[in-house]
C-alpha cells in the first residue's frame, strides 16, 4: 500500500499552503485519506512538476477505485475461496442462511459476495466501516489467505 512519504516525496514541498494546510506532508496525509484531490495542490500543475504529477496520478488511481469505506478489491488476487465472506460479521448477522455459511446471499444486506469466481462489495454502507460512527473492523481482510482485499 502507498505511504505519505511516498506521496510528500513527489509533492512540490513548496509549503505555499494554498491547499488550505501548513505542510505538504499534511496534504500528502490528506490524500492518502481521500479527503484531498492532487486538484488541490495548485503548485503542482506547474510544467516543471509534469513527472511528479504524473507519478503521483499512477501511485495514487488505486486509491480512486475504492470504496466509501475504503474497501479495494485486487481482482488479479481474488481466487474466490470466500473466506471473507463468511467471516464478515456483518454478512453474518444479516444472512445467517445464505453467505454466512458459504451459499449465495440470501438478504439484500449482505457486503461481500462472489461473483465468477471474484469477490465483490455489494453494499459498503452496512459496513462496519462505514460513517462517522465506524468501527476498524478487519475480519474480512484478516482472513484473506491472498491479500485480496484491503483497506486505504
Ligand atoms: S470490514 Fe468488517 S463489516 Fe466491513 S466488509 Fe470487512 S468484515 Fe465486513
Ligand atoms: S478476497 Fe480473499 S478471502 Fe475473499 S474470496 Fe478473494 S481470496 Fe478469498
Same mark, same amino acid.
Given at each position: 500500500?502507498?505511504?505519505?512519504?511516498?506521496?510528500?516525496?513527489?509533492?512540490?514541498?513548496?509549503?505555499?499552503?494554498?491547499?488550505?494546510?501548513?505542510?505538504?506532508?499534511?496534504?500528502?496525509?490528506?490524500?492518502?485519506?481521500?479527503?484531498?484531490?492532487?486538484?488541490?495542490?495548485?503548485?503542482?500543475? /506547474?510544467?516543471?512538476?509534469?513527472?511528479?504529477? @504524473?507519478?503521483?496520478?499512477?501511485? $495514487?488511481? *488505486?486509491? =480512486?477505485?475504492?470504496?466509501e469505506?475504503?474497501?479495494?478489491?485486487?481482482?488479479?488476487?481474488?481466487?474466490?475461496?470466500?473466506?471473507?465472506?463468511?467471516?464478515?460479521p456483518?454478512?453474518?448477522?444479516?444472512?445467517?442462511?445464505?453467505?454466512?455459511?458459504?451459499?449465495?446471499?440470501?438478504? /439484500?444486506?449482505?457486503?461481500?459476495?462472489?461473483? @465468477?469466481?471474484?469477490?465483490?462489495? $455489494?453494499? *459498503?454502507? =452496512?459496513?462496519?466501516?462505514?460513517?462517522p460512527?465506524?468501527?476498524?473492523?478487519?475480519?474480512?481482510?484478516?482472513?484473506?489467505?491472498s491479500?485480496?482485499?484491503?483497506?486505504?
Amino acid at each position: 500500500m502507498v505511504s505519505a512519504m511516498e506521496i510528500y516525496q513527489l509533492l512540490p514541498q513548496a509549503a505555499c499552503k494554498e491547499c488550505g494546510y501548513v505542510s505538504c506532508m499534511a496534504l500528502a496525509v490528506a490524500l492518502l485519506s481521500r479527503e484531498k484531490k492532487l486538484e488541490d495542490c495548485p503548485s503542482l500543475f /506547474d510544467p516543471k512538476y509534469a513527472d511528479k504529477l @504524473n507519478k503521483l496520478k499512477e501511485l $495514487l488511481a *488505486p486509491l =480512486e477505485q475504492a470504496s466509501e469505506t475504503g474497501l479495494i478489491i485486487h481482482d488479479e488476487k481474488c481466487f474466490g475461496c470466500a473466506n471473507c465472506v463468511v467471516a464478515c460479521p456483518v454478512n453474518v448477522a444479516n444472512d445467517p442462511t445464505g453467505s454466512a455459511i458459504g451459499l449465495g446471499p440470501k438478504s /439484500d444486506k449482505v457486503i461481500l459476495v462472489i461473483e @465468477n469466481g471474484v469477490v465483490r462489495c $455489494l453494499n *459498503p454502507n =452496512e459496513c462496519r466501516r462505514f460513517g462517522p460512527n465506524r468501527i476498524l473492523c478487519n475480519a474480512c481482510t484478516a482472513t484473506c489467505p491472498s491479500k485480496a482485499i484491503e483497506f486505504v
